[in-house]
């Protein structure tokens, strides 16, 4: 089939749904301080968080909107189309069914995001020039690396919501991830989720320095064993 406007939001398969709501930028930099372990605990821990991606970039932490990508297997041009329309701080979420036949993408579209402002890249399936992607400084992660590079014939869809190692992503969520995962935190939930996070946060801090002091009061180990008939 010859789809030449793949922008067009009336074909299945080759739509963009780019009316999406951002957060604002001062609620999602207030994520980036607060591991991804603690914003998970304030999320009850039932969200997936990226299962089998990992970090190809060092230890720079993750934190930006995230703006979402669907594609078949191996296959890149939507990718491309959100990058062309990705505003500063966008976190480009790529549902490419795990699949690591063929790179997603590599140094090229890497620098190209650079340029654009984007603030990292989620790929469920494989990337290539992985040295490039460790030096960038870019947050990247991805279920592996290929030499094989990508088509670019589609199809594929931009802002739909999609899943990443078992995780939901909506664009608009707000997406947070270092050494530990990461996590899609809904706009609707993600004052709440912060406040709760801070507050875990101050009583971790807390917890903490009463171990280096030697004063950590332990009382509530004997105390759960004696409620459960210890």
């Known amino acids: 089939m010859n789809v030449p406007?793949?922008?067009e939001d009336t074909l299945l398969g080759f739509r963009v749904a780019d009316g999406f709501s951002r957060p604002k930028?001062?609620?999602?930099?207030?994520f980036r301080s607060i591991p991804t372990a603690i914003i998970s605990?304030?999320?009850h821990r039932i969200f997936a968080g990226g299962t089998g991606l990992r970090p190809l970039h060092g230890d720079a932490v993750l934190c930006g909107s995230a703006l979402t990508v669907r594609t078949r297997p191996g296959d890149n041009l939507m990718v491309h189309k959100a990058l062309d329309i990705a505003k500063p701080g966008d976190v480009i979420i790529v549902d490419a069914s795990g699949d690591m036949t063929n790179a997603?993408?590599?140094e090229i579209m890497l620098n190209y995001a650079i340029?654009?402002?984007?603030?990292?890249f989620v790929i469920d399936g494989a990337v290539r020039d992985s040295t490039a992607i460790a030096k960038g400084g870019l947050p990247v992660y991805a279920r592996g690396v290929t030499h094989r590079g990508p088509y670019k014939d589609g199809p594929g869809e931009v802002g739909v919501t999609v899943?990443?190692?078992?995780?939901?992503?909506s664009s608009g969520d707000i997406v947070v991830g270092d050494e530990d995962g990461l996590l899609a935190i809904p706009q609707s939930h993600a004052e709440g989720i912060l406040?709760?996070?801070i507050a875990q946060y101050d009583r971790e801090a807390e917890i903490l320095r009463s171990i280096a002091e030697g004063t950590v009061d332990r009382s509530w180990v004997d105390q759960t064993l004696s409620a459960k008939g210890l």
């Not at 930028?25 to 207030?30: A, D, M, P, Q, T």
């Not at 340029?115 to 990292?120: I, P």
């Not at 899943?163 to 992503?169: A, C, K, L, N």
């Open 5 to 7: 406007a793949f922008w």
């Open 25 to 30: 930028n001062e609620l999602v930099e207030r």
């Open 41 to 43: 605990d304030n999320m």
């Open 104 to 106: 997603i993408i590599g």
């Open 115 to 120: 340029s654009r402002g984007v603030a990292g």
């Open 163 to 169: 899943t990443v190692g078992g995780m939901v992503v």
């Open 195 to 197: 406040k709760l996070a």
